[in-house]
């Protein structure tokens, strides 16, 4: 479905053509100033000069032509030469019904969708899942979710970091505690148990203790280096504890990522990626992209437009190990061949810009990937305490993911129960749900590149640009439509009619922005956008709601209408929360 803004731009655009202007300059905008107009045009100032004319003159000829057209209202022009203009009451209300009868809400979806390959979360495997990683599970999550919105083919893509140095120092550890374990005993041929000689809760204890011990202790840091190098090259029975490893985190990952609402269609790691290494080297040295450096083996990737110096990729150092970056390539490599996507992004920390710069131009130069495909980096900030550091526990650690949540859960809790009457199950379930958002539109009302700072008292609030704000009025909808149900009444076949008063107007314009910015979203890879946009809807909805008498509007056809536009505004601030991933409760 055409834009409203587009509707209203073609408009101007005839009306300039046929007052002997150029149609270019009818270029229409929201209006900064809503208390006088919905939509303005400064196309007159601009064509002053080309038509040597006074702009008010032109903006005059312009606006006369816009007179009596089906979807202005008001049109005037004024000094010293803008076009102010209101959407006609008519087209206002038809275009909301058009919205409401058609799929998607209006959603224009692509015509040729793309193969979008989203590489976000993450995690560590082998290591707790910490608040760092929460913002790349959220924002990946989002992105994904709009992306699909559009139409496009979307696979998000886990990257679990699974094959590092932490695992030498896990199997390091395992050793000096258990080394009895046939895993350790080189003579051993026969195969090894099923079952992981760790839990879940061992495992995040073995690898801080071993990573603490490996910085103190040189000889143990060589052994665990040593034992990663023999995972690396196949031993077999570091091979098996690897998979043990693997597994167990796995399970416990996949808990962590659906207690967040967070789903992954493809859970490959930086492991998967080693088959493709030896081949892309080769080719790498025999086509002569690659070359020694120092010892290492290094691609140049820098530019001569370059403002600061890129240096180059490196792909294998001196003793022939390989790095992030050969990984990252040998995934680019693996994911060519297996989905050849239009486009990948990475939702990663801003810290990792620089690597990413060089991941890409040698993806590019080396032809790993083709020209065509776009490589995004979408790096995120970092998430601060209110003291302005990175975020951490009371006791200064690195806060793990489970506890945010919980204490989320907690405060919201104490909150709902504090307000309300109601049973204590309801309010733990109300709580989780809600808790969700806090920490979702928390997130993502911010630029993704920005540091934030995570504030439980203000993202648990009911009031305010927040997520319990907009599951409140969602929850404030429901509640008026349940009432009119209940009265008897249906919200099938309702219309949306004229607005009766400016709040209704304004709930209305704001409704009818949801494609236009859903798919700016998309385009700029922008969750905020959309929570500033449902903020903008939910404080639109709520000036109305207390102007207005809904259920108790004598007017049948009135009050009718109001219910459909409720319902849609229900619609569209549920779509919105969809993709920024949380949804509402019946009550809260
Ligand atoms: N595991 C990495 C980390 O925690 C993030 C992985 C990002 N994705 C990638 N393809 N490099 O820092």
Not at 361 to 382: S, W, Y
Not at 388 to 403: C, I, Q, S
Not at 458 to 477: A, D, H, K
Not at 566 to 586: H, M, Q, R
Request: proline residues 3%.
């Amino acid at each position: 479905m055409k834009k409203l803004i587009d509707l209203v731009a073609e408009e101007m655009a005839e009306a300039f053509e046929a007052a002997g202007y150029d149609r270019s300059l009818a270029r229409v905008t929201l209006s900064n100033r809503p208390d006088l107009c919905e939509y303005q045009c400064n196309g007159a100032m601009a064509g002053a000069k080309q038509y040597k004319k006074a702009p008010i003159a032109i903006a005059g000829d312009v606006a006369a032509r816009l007179a009596d057209n089906k979807y202005i209202g008001e049109v005037q022009a004024v000094s010293p030469g803008f076009i102010n203009l209101t959407v006609s009451k008519k087209a206002a209300a038809d275009y909301l019904n058009e919205m409401q009868a058609e799929e998607g809400l209006g959603v224009e979806k692509a015509k040729e969708p793309q193969t979008i390959l989203i590489d976000y979360g993450g995690p560590n495997v082998a290591k707790p899942l910490h608040v760092g990683h929460l913002r790349s599970a959220i924002i990946g999550e989002s992105l994904k979710r709009i992306a699909r919105k559009m139409g496009h083919l979307v696979l998000g893509d886990i990257h679990l970091g699974d094959w590092g140095y932490q695992m030498g120092l896990i199997i390091t550890e395992l050793r000096s505690r258990k080394p009895g374990l046939p895993y350790f005993d080189e003579g051993y041929e026969g195969g090894y148990p099923s079952e992981a000689p760790f839990t879940i809760e061992e495992l995040e204890e073995i690898y801080p203790t071993a990573s603490a011990k490996a910085k103190e202790d040189e000889a143990y840091r060589e052994e665990a280096l040593h034992a990663t190098y023999l995972l690396q090259n196949g031993h077999r029975g570091y091979t098996a504890i690897w998979r043990h490893i693997l597994d167990v985190s796995v399970t416990d990952l996949k808990k962590n990522y659906a207690n967040l609402n967070v789903e992954f269609d493809l859970w490959k790691g930086e492991a998967d990626a080693q088959e493709f290494i030896p081949d892309m080297i080769e080719r790498l040295k025999a086509e002569g992209y690659a070359h020694i450096d120092e010892g290492a083996l290094v691609i140049d990737v820098h530019k001569e437009d370059d403002t600061k110096e890129i240096p180059p990729c490196m792909i294998q150092k001196s003793d022939g190990a390989s790095l992030y970056g050969t990984t990252d390539l040998a995934t680019l490599v693996q994911r060519e061949r297996d989905y050849h996507p239009d486009q990948i992004i990475y939702v990663v920390d801003k810290r990792q810009e620089l690597h990413f710069v060089q991941v890409f131009r040698a993806a590019k130069k080396t032809g790993i990937v083709p020209e065509r495909t776009a490589l995004k980096f979408l790096g995120f900030g970092t998430m601060n305490g209110k003291d302005g550091k990175p975020f951490k526990t009371r006791e200064g650690g690195v806060m793990r993911l489970e506890d945010l949540i919980a204490g989320i859960e907690e405060e919201m809790y104490k909150k709902i129960a504090e307000n309300r009457t109601v049973e204590e199950g309801e309010a733990k379930e109300t709580a989780k749900v809600v808790g969700m958002s806090a920490i979702k539109y928390g997130d993502l009302s911010n630029q993704a590149s920005k540091d934030y700072v995570f504030d439980v008292d203000r993202f648990t609030s009911f009031e305010g640009n927040t997520g319990p704000y907009i599951l409140y009025t969602i929850v404030r909808i429901k509640s008026i439509l349940n009432k009119y149900k209940e009265q008897g009444g249906s919200l099938s076949g309702l219309l949306v009619g004229e607005a009766g008063s400016g709040s209704e107007k304004a709930l209305m314009l704001e409704i009818a922005r949801y494609n236009e910015v859903m798919e700016t979203a998309y385009e700029e890879l922008a969750p905020h956008k959309i929570c500033a946009y449902i903020y903008d809807v939910a404080n639109a909805m709520n000036r109305f709601y207390h102007e207005t008498k809904i259920l108790t509007e004598e007017d049948e056809a009135v009050r009718r209408s109001y219910i459909a536009l409720l319902s849609l505004t229900k619609d569209v601030l549920e779509a919105c929360t969809d993709v920024l991933g949380f949804s509402a409760p019946e009550r809260m």
